[in-house]
């Protein structure tokens, strides 16, 4: 019985950040909205940088619904959300830190649940 609530809220923690990464993060990124071009260019990141955390972003979140892959998934989004963190804290926008530490916390917990059916690991 706890097996299955604990795949339950895996599923419904990669469904959620499946909805953050491929719906609200990425799609500003990947489609140039001005915001997110002045907001990377605000931290002296390159359009190129931009694109590719973007496209990361949009992969991973698809990623992350797919068993075997959702280790890698996570834990790559992880380090691009640590980075997230670190720009944030260094430019005074500690308000946006709430959201990123719980991508964090949600993206161990799958890759620790989904680290035993992991593609190449397993």
């Known amino acids: ?3 299955r609530k604990l795949r339950t809220a895996v599923w419904v923690a990669s469904a959620l950040l499946f909805v953050l990464y491929t719906v609200v993060a990425s799609p500003p990124k990947l489609m140039s909205n001005p915001q997110a071009v002045a907001g990377f ?3 002296a990141y390159s359009d190129g ?6 496209g990361c972003e949009f992969l991973g979140g698809i990623a992350l619904l797919i068993p075997s892959l959702a280790f890698w998934s996570a834990c790559g989004l992880f380090i691009i959300m640590l980075g997230a963190a670190h720009a944030h804290l260094t430019h005074d926008e500690a308000s946006h ?3 990123v530490i719980v991508a964090l916390v949600l993206l161990a917990g799958i890759a620790g649940y989904r680290r ?3 593609l190449l690991l397993s």
């Not at 940088?49 to 973007?54: A, M, Y």
């Open 1 to 3: 019985m706890a097996d």
């Open 41 to 43: 260019a605000k931290y």
């Open 49 to 54: 940088f931009r694109l590719f955390i973007g």
């Open 97 to 99: 830190l709430p959201v």
């Open 116 to 118: 035993r059916s992991a």
